[in-house]
């Protein structure tokens, strides 16, 4: 095992197949936004209840378990923690394809959640042991490319499949096909080797959350990264239905135009991130923590440009821009967390960040956009669900203003 783990090019498969398991992450995400449409009218569900599907019934079991299963990573094995995730996780996409009301559909989420909690903080972990920190940002910034790739192949697939078939064949082919994908993985992919302080210790989780109660930057850094998801997902979720109801997108329709804003927008948006943070991170340890903040101050108004756009080719070009900014903060936020924590605890630590940002932001993020959707239909009609999106954007300001709070506390509390 250690003569491949060192091999000069094995970090870069190793965050290929990373990428392609958090590629299918988001996949798995996505899928229902772009399908809330067909499962409303088939399954007679409210928006409030769709934004509990896309939020609360994936995030509640999401976030509690990332911590534990990523105690288990840091103690035994990432690799087959990500492993396992994967199998779990996609099978229980598949099982989504056989709901048949709310609650049974509700369930097999909750089952997703469960699965997805020990995909992402062991990846990190991985990732910080095989790239060197002046590399790291990139690297990270690599691996989150999944999120706009997922998300875009999760529109793109799961309205053409919809189209051809039905709703429910899309669960059904997308997490049949990452149960087939999770023993490749486990046969390409192997722990690096610990480094020597490591070998043999347990981390202790209680040593863990008492490092980080006390570094300021990790509370604000955590909370800004929550609010701001709040909207990240919360659009995610709803746009493919404020293209319908609003811009009289077809179902197929909407797909491709999501899929091209993700693609484009959060590619860009990711990468940059990434490369902006090791650049100017080697000077000032704080630029990590302000490039998302001006980001997000950005955003804000473009999306809510977008939105009231009365041309859906305006509304494009308005898009896309914001859908790069919106996520540029992962490369340079998921690294700043690793630099937090001695090596050993990277995993446990990604994860407490995790639990705090899904919890809030994935969680709420699109069953608050729901819940006002149908409370403000008797004024706003069918653009209802359009004017609550538009609202919920001032949650990316209140994420800038804590994100700007923790540049100098990062600068004090940043771990070599």
Known sequence: MTGTTTRPRYPMLVLAMLLLIYTFNFLDRQ????????????????????????????????????????????????????????AVWSGFTALCGLATGFWQLFAFRLGVGVGEAGGVAPSYAMIADYFPPERRARALAIYSLGIPIGLAGGALLGGVIASLVDWRWAFIVVGLAGVVLAPVFRLVVKDPPRPASAAGEHVRVVAVFRLLAGKRSFWLMAFAAAFSSMCGYGLAFWIPSVLIRSFGFTLLGTSHYVASLLLVGGTIGVFGGGWLADRLGARDRGAYARLPAIAWVLTAPLFGAALMSPSPVLAWFLFVVPNGLNILWLGPVTTAVQHLVPAPMRATASASFLFINNLIGLGLGSWLMGRLSDAMKAAYGVDALRFATFYALGFYLVAAALMLGAVKALRRDWVD
């Open 31 to 86: 899928i229902l936004g772009i399908l809330a449409q067909p499962i409303k009218a088939d399954l007679k569900l409210s928006d409030t209840q769709l934004g509990a599907l896309g939020g609360i019934a994936f995030a509640l079991l999401y976030s509690t378990l990332a911590i534990p299963l990523a105690l288990v990573a840091d103690r035994t094995s990432r690799s087959w923690v990500v492993t396992g995730s994967l």
